[in-house]
């Protein structure tokens, strides 16, 4: 079997374990510390990778600055939100549905950012998105009081809000990193993201990291196959023309951490959880629908 034919498994297989990755690390760490312990390791690994494959790094101030904002952006605020909120409570499982949340927001502020009219179509796909996410989030909030209600929801609305790192990232990301090697844009990223969460690990949470077993496996798998790998694969699929079916394979996100939180995790598959992942899945679908030219 040829890469080409089993890159699209393996990027899916490793992108949705960056939802049940966390899981690991609480009690060993605080989020915000062991994120910058892996966007730490994660640059140095692309630099020492970079200068073995001699790939040319910017010299243009500009593009240095444009890959340092795009990883703040893409890294930094929203995987630090995400694994803050995984850390405190969010179950991995409806992460991964919330994960879809970010085309859906992005042709949501299409209309604003680049004055681009939404079909009807596409329209109904935001609702259905977002009715979704509700009804996936029903069992964490049944028969509980208000109090419970409030602690409960604070780390989902975070989880939501950081979702706009993705989005804005991923427009800057299209509007001003266009040039340069990759692997070296990578550097400037995850440099970026670090200056994010470096200092919120001494104002968000204690800090905490306890050089377990456990925790160096998460690590290792953080930012090898996450970072490195994951990210590799994906920049395979467009560079070789998949750039459709690379972006097709988000719909493909929520049902399989799902699965994998089910799997590893024991996280309840009930009803409410695979509702909402099939109408979030086709909201998604719909959203991404471009409309017939007249």
Not at 236 to 246: D, H, K, N, T
Not at 261 to 272: D, K, Q, T, V
Request: proline share 5%; aromatic share 12%; hydrophobic share 60%.
């Amino acid at each position: 079997m040829t890469l080409e034919r089993i890159a699209p498994i393996l990027f899916v297989i490793l992108w949705s374990s960056g939802w049940i990755a966390p899981v690991y690390g609480i009690g060993h760490a605080s989020a915000e510390v062991f994120l910058s312990v892996r966007f730490a390791t994660a640059a140095v690994a692309f630099a020492i990778f970079s200068m073995i494959m001699g790939a040319r790094w910017p010299r243009d101030p500009k593009l240095m600055f444009h890959g340092f904002m795009s990883g703040l952006l893409l890294h930094g605020c929203y995987l630090g939100g995400v694994w803050w909120a995984i850390f405190n409570g969010v179950p991995a499982s409806v992460s991964g549905v919330i994960a879809a949340l970010q085309p859906l927001m992005t042709a949501a502020l299409a209309p604003i950012l680049v004055k681009e009219r939404l079909s009807a179509i596409q329209v109904l796909g935001l609702l259905l998105g977002f009715a979704g996410i509700v009804t996936a989030l029903v069992p964490s909030f049944e028969g509980v009081d208000a109090a419970v209600f409030a602690e409960r929801s604070f780390p989902i609305a975070v989880n939501i809000i950081s979702m706009m790192g993705a989005v804005l990232g991923t427009l800057y990301q299209k509007r001003f990193v266009q040039g340069g090697d990759m692997r070296t844009t990578a550097v400037l990223q995850y440099i970026g993201a670090l200056a994010v969460v470096f200092p919120l690990a001494f104002l968000v949470d204690e800090p905490k990291f306890d050089f377990s077993l456990q925790l160096f496996l998460t690590l290792g798998w953080s930012v090898f196959a996450l970072s490195m790998g994951a990210v590799a694969l994906l920049l395979y699929l467009i560079r070789s023309g998949q750039v459709s079916r690379a972006a097709s394979l988000i719909y493909l996100m929520p049902p399989a951490v799902a699965i994998e939180s089910f799997i590893f995790l024991g996280e309840p598959l009930g009803p409410w959880m695979i509702a909402g992942t099939v109408i979030v899945v086709f909201g998604v679908w719909l959203a991404g629908r471009k409309p017939k030219a007249a």
